[in-house]
């Protein structure tokens, strides 16, 4: 058994979840390792910065985020710690100028932050299920870079990039039929919710495909992982016991799928995820997100569950 002679300061970077509280305040701890936590705002931030210059040792990143990363051949790797999840169904907004709801959206424009954002897979992908939406028949406008720069040379012909856009004026002015993942609620009476009851259509959602989407995880430098192979096991039974901290303080906590989901609203793990993730690595793929149709286990490569 290897025992720790010094300590391993770790440069880390996770957003404000209450499931990393006890971590963050040192009630849960990794005997020999100090984590040295930035603050860094938005959490987004801390993917781009991830992705194109490896500032961090441990850092939150999206979903989608990590598969583009991955196929790029950026050095870190995913833990099956999933800190954020939440429903997508109030962010998606049509104009009712030019269509007369999402069920008209195949063939048309819409707007988006960018386009890998795991939030706008996510929709275009319930979009398909509940209205038989063929995403690849859209064009997007979107208003920002995606996060892994090395996607800027893969983007499929039916995304228009215009770094800056205000996405709302496009919105609005009719421009574009319709917003999602990245575009404001508008006060204007003709921009109109996708979804008139979000919550309602997400329970739906979640009672026919079993999916509440995942946003979130945890990834580590492969250094750190090369160097100190016990870390990984390490960090991922430190981050489940600060999930179980945050619920034995707050058993109703409204997190993750709660009121939505049967059981655990944030379920950690493999096994537990799988039928989310391997739907989102359909998405992805299906449109042009990934090149291929990656694998969970080239994904996450380490065994944990």
Request: proline share 6%; with cysteine.
């Amino acid at each position: 058994m290897t025992t720790q002679t010094k300590t391993l300061t770790l440069q880390t970077a996770i957003g404000e979840h209450k499931v990393y509280d006890a971590l963050k305040s040192g009630d849960v701890s990794i005997p020999g390792v100090e984590f040295s936590f930035h603050d860094v705002k938005p959490t987004t931030a801390i993917f781009r910065k991830m992705s194109r210059t490896l500032d961090y040792d441990v850092a939150e990143m999206a979903l989608v985020t990590y598969f583009c990363a991955r196929e790029a051949g950026k050095p870190f790797t995913a833990l099956p710690a999933f800190p954020w999840q939440n429903m997508q169904h109030n962010a998606m907004f049509y104009n009712a100028n030019k269509i007369s709801g999402p069920q008209d959206l195949n063939g048309k424009t819409a707007t988006s932050r960018a386009y890998t954002v795991t939030p706008g897979v996510w929709m275009r992908g319930i979009l398909k299920e509940d209205f038989g939406i063929d995403s690849s028949t859209m064009r997007f406008i979107i208003g920002d870079e995606e996060h892994v720069a090395e996607y800027h040379d893969m983007y499929p012909p039916n995304v228009e990039r215009r770094v800056g856009a205000n996405l709302l004026e496009i919105l609005e002015s009719g421009e574009a039929d319709a917003g999602i993942a990245g575009t404001p609620a508008s006060k204007a009476d003709h921009i109109k919710p996708m979804y008139p009851d979000p919550e309602a259509a997400c329970k739906d959602f979640y009672r026919r495909t079993g999916i509440f989407p995942l946003n979130h995880m945890v990834v580590v430098k492969d250094s750190v992982l090369q160097e100190n192979p016990w870390f990984a096991e390490a960090l991922y039974e430190a981050l489940k016991k600060s999930k179980e901290a945050t619920f034995k303080a707050d058993p109703s906590a409204k997190i993750g799928g709660a009121g939505v989901v049967e059981g655990d609203p944030l379920p950690y793990g493999i096994t537990a995820n799988r039928v989310k993730i391997e739907a989102l690595l359909d998405m992805c793929a299906e449109q042009k997100v990934t090149s291929r149709r990656m694998t969970i286990e080239e994904l996450w490569p380490l065994g944990l569950d």
